[in-house]
């Protein structure tokens, strides 16, 4: 039985559009046809924001013409597949020619990645509207659709562009639906082939496939058919790596559940940090909350390398900054941009501060110096590192556990919040009381490693209440200078 849409979904685009469409669909003479993603999403009930159209032959002049009755932007991608683009008021429109050289549109589709991308329906000439609303579907893509299934028509396609062994985790992740087993099977088979794509290319797709809801789940499913490895060896150490009594996992598998443990935590901090969910906001939306995915998958991958075994008790020392130092080649191998990298890194580096913190507040209390220091080296990832915190600790249940490590963390980090919104926070947005100006003018200091200790030192005393003015800052300076054997002043 054929599938049919339930509208005319060119509809709902501005008339101006179909009109430029059905104006060149016409003049072009041959068939024009909406294709691909957007056919999947229209049957999903979906209004699609990028359009794909594709034509028998000079697709780049399509687009050249539409582009120039629209006013819009036109950019040539590939000029020997016949593929180009049009941007205009938010839209995306691709055009390309069938592919390798096919005559028909259903050849064409066969051809195509997966079959819910190998869809397509038929362009009015004159009108722009949808020919008619039936679907052109040669490879079962409906069915897949409705089965919730992604399969590749034929293996060849597979290895045509070795990217798609990860497109389909990648619509697994984004669209719930689950990999036809002998797709996997074929994708577990040529695994290596993707060392062959750009690694741009490669690190937007897993980009996209972090900032599902499916992160912690579909990176798992790639460590079984082995893709994951081929991108990151680093983690291949992991694997089977016994940790201490407090961990119930190897060091791979921790750092999995770690994963998916966040992305429980940001669909609700408030379950994990009772009445503070709403602290959390910038920390679990939009690309903070994909990067805070990142240093969770990541966090322990300093854990192999400085593994150690004393007296029978398993250590992993400096883990932390290791694994940042190993993240940090990652990045670079991914061409992240550097703000990116800087975050992750910094993450993964101070992972196991608040965990310190925790018991040192268990023994002694923690003062707002403490509080202060954890600040300025977090930056405002503070929030963010919590939550990280928080996933790492649900994600080790071993017997050596010690009891009410989480509910020591969200009493830490409550704590640790309302230090900083009332001492640190007003200290750190107001005009420093003194400035290194001042320390050469006033005390005769020569500008070095002293100048930092100094007004360290002056905030942390302005935190802590003991200075509030520019006269006592100058007294605490000079009480410094004097303990120090230092410069006197002038």
């Known amino acids: 039985m054929a599938t049919a849409l339930t509208q005319d979904w060119l509809q709902t685009y501005p008339e101006e559009l179909r009109r430029a469409l059905g104006r060149v669909a016409r003049s072009s003479g041959q068939p024009m046809y909406v294709a691909g993603g957007p056919v999947r999403d229209w049957l999903l009930g979906v209004a699609a924001r990028d359009l794909d159209f594709t034509v028998p032959k000079g697709a780049v002049a399509c687009a050249r013409e539409v582009g120039g009755l629209l006013g819009g932007t036109f950019v040539l991608l590939d000029e020997g597949e016949d593929v180009a683009r049009v941007v205009w008021q938010g839209l995306t429109l691709d055009f390309s020619g069938f592919r390798n050289h096919t005559t028909t549109i259903e050849k064409d589709l066969g051809q195509r990645d997966f079959t819910i991308n190998a869809m397509a329906v038929a362009l009015a000439p004159g009108t722009g509207a949808l020919a008619e609303r039936t679907v052109i579907d040669p490879c079962g893509g409906a069915a897949d659709l409705a089965q919730k299934r992604i399969r590749v028509p034929a293996v060849a396609n597979l290895l ?72 990151f060896p680093e983690l291949v150490a992991g694997r089977g790596l016994v940790q201490p009594a407090s961990h119930h996992l190897d060091v791979f598998e921790h750092s999995l559940e770690a994963l998916r443990c966040l992305e429980k935590i940001l669909r609700a901090p408030e379950a994990y940090f009772s009445g503070q969910g709403g602290l959390f906001g910038e920390a679990a939306q939009g690309k903070r909350g994909v990067l805070l995915k990142w240093a969770a998958l990541f966090h322990d991958l300093g854990k192999p390398e400085t593994h150690r075994l004393v007296e029978e008790k398993i250590t992993f020392y400096n883990h932390d900054q290791a694994g940042a130092a190993i993240f940090a080649g990652i990045a670079e191998r991914l061409h ?100 290194g100006h001042d320390l050469i003018v006033v005390f005769a200091l020569a500008p070095g490693p002293l100048f930092k200790e100094i007004l360290d030192g002056l905030q942390a005393a302005q935190v802590e209440g003991l200075v509030t003015d520019r006269k006592q800052a100058l007294a605490w300076v000079r009480m410094f200078l004097d303990a120090e054997g230092s410069a006197a002043p002038l």
């Open 160 to 231: 045509a562009d070795p990217l798609r062994l990860l497109r389909a985790y990648r619509f697994a992740a984004a669209l719930g639906f689950a990999i036809e087993p002998e797709t996997e099977r074929a994708i577990a088979a040529h695994a290596e082939l993707l060392a062959d794509p750009a690694m741009e290319r490669v690190a937007y797709e897993f980009g996209l496939i972090m900032a599902s809801d499916r992160a912690g789940q579909t990176i798992g499913q790639m460590g079984h058919t082995g893709l994951l490895w081929v991108v």
């Open 336 to 435: 992240w941009p550097k703000d990116d990298r800087v975050r992750v890194a910094r993450l993964i580096a101070l992972h196991m501060w608040p965990f310190h913190l925790s018991n040192a507040r268990l023994r002694t209390g923690i003062t707002r110096k403490a509080c202060l220091r954890l600040v300025k080296a977090v930056g405002d990832d503070l929030d963010a590192l919590f939550l990280l915190a928080m996933a790492d600790s649900l994600a080790g249940q071993g017997p050596g556990k010690p009891e009410g490590m989480e509910r020591n963390l969200a009493a830490l980090w409550l704590e640790v919040h309302g230090v900083y919104e009332e001492y640190i926070r007003p200290v750190l947005a107001s005009p420093p009381l003194i400035t």
